[in-house]
Every structure is written in C-alpha cells, then in structure tokens.
C-alpha cells in the first residue's frame, strides 16, 4: 500500500512549456484534490474530483488542467508554464469528502 | 474571503514549554468538518484531526489536545511538554458544505520551532 504517490519531485521548466504532474493512489478513494502551496498562503486547491470522469475547479485553477480516467490516477496538466507558476504541488485523496486526506510528498516545479 | 484564519504566522517556544495554535473558521453552514495538518521539514503532510460541527468534545491524543468552540468559531490546537520533533507548519482547514461542497480551505499555516 504505497498511498499517494506523485512524480516528478522536482522539475524545473522554461516559460511556455508544458507538463504533466502525476498522481496516483492505490487505496480506490473516490475524492482526489491538487493543491498548490505558496509561502504565507497555505495550500490552494487548484482542481478536485469526486469520482472517474468527473471534476471540478477549485480556488486557483487558471493555467491548469485535470482529468480523471481511472478511479487511481488523477495527472495535473500545466499548459504553458509562467513562472507565477513556481510552487510546491500536493496531491491528496480521500475515501469520502468529509474524511480526512491523505498527501502525497509534493513536487517542487520552478519556471524560470 | 478568509475562511480560516491562523493568526499567528511563527512561534517559537523552549522544549517542554506549552505552545498554543489559534484557528478561526468562518462558515454559514450549519454541518462543516475541521482539520489540523502538520508539515515537518521534510515537507510532506500529516493529517492530525478532524473534528465535525456537531461534536463539540474537546479531544486528547498524548501530548496534543484541541479546543472546538462554535460559539467563537475557533478550533484551537495545544501542544503540551512541547519537544524538537514538533516542530513543523501546522495548518488548519476548513470542510462545508454549501457553498464549497466540502472541498478544504486551508489556513496560511503556523510555523512552530522548538529549541533545545
């Protein structure tokens, strides 16, 4: 049971490119979230899903976008980094909403 | 507009000296959840409590202890004999449902450092 898992740890890209964040848990939780976080701001949700095949916008989610294929995997896309961008990225799932989260150990992305 | 706010942006306590975190919510909702995360140096984070807006009991784990009161809105979190390993950024969140479908707002986090 691995959890959380998300890779990369650490990326660091120019302006304008694109990647993908993976995320990926093995304990078949319905409710999965991308949080970014930046000093003195806590942890922002960028998007969040219910379920496989559906999701939804949190707080931050400009520049960003999810899908949810599978009940395990939830990929965070970044279309055309800016260095605005530059952040620590957690992904958390849950087995219902209102349960707590589980994290995973982050990735640390900087656009320069 | 803040749903949770931690006032205190760093605190910095002696071992075994007593540390308390302030956490004040704000909801309309009548069923919310509210959670305390610890995110020691090494970055990861660590779910501590949750507690729901109908149970108003304080609760105890070992050294830490915390405090929900509705009627202030706060949910305040004790660190007793405080120790090095404790030190961490410890973040208070939030979970209502209407309007945000239980989706978590957190705090900007506590930045706790514990001398020897």
């Known amino acids: 049971n691995a959890g959380v898992t998300q890779t990369p740890k650490f990326q660091v890209l120019k302006t304008g490119q694109s990647m993908t964040l993976q995320c990926a848990q093995d304990m078949n939780h319905e409710y999965m979230s991308w949080y970014r976080q930046d000093p003195g701001m806590g942890l922002r949700l960028i998007h969040y899903?219910?379920?496989?095949?559906?999701?939804d916008q949190g707080e931050v989610p400009n520049g960003y976008n999810v899908s949810r294929s599978t009940t395990e995997d939830f990929p965070l896309r970044l279309l055309s980094a800016a260095p605005s961008q530059t952040s620590v990225y957690f992904c958390?799932?849950?087995?219902?909403?209102?349960?707590?989260?589980?994290f995973g150990s982050g990735t640390r992305l900087t656009v320069v | 507009a803040q749903k949770v706010t931690q006032a205190q942006t760093e605190i910095s306590v002696v071992e075994k000296e007593d540390v308390t975190l302030d956490c004040v919510y704000e909801?309309?909702?009548?069923?919310?959840?509210l959670f305390w995360y610890k995110q020691p140096p090494s970055g990861e984070l660590v779910f501590l409590i949750r507690r729901n807006s109908f149970d108003e009991q304080n609760e105890i784990s070992g050294r830490y202890s915390w405090n929900f009161q509705k009627s202030t809105s706060s949910f305040n979190f004790t660190i007793t004999a405080s120790q090095v390993v404790d030190s961490a950024v410890y973040f208070c969140a939030l979970s209502e449902a209407f309007p945000n479908d239980y989706k978590l707002s957190f705090g900007a986090g506590t930045t706790v450092t514990v001398r020897a």
């Open positions: 899903s219910v379920g496989a095949g559906i999701t």
């Open positions: 958390a799932s849950s087995l219902t909403e209102t349960y707590g989260y589980t």
């Open positions: 909801t309309r909702d009548t069923t919310y959840y």
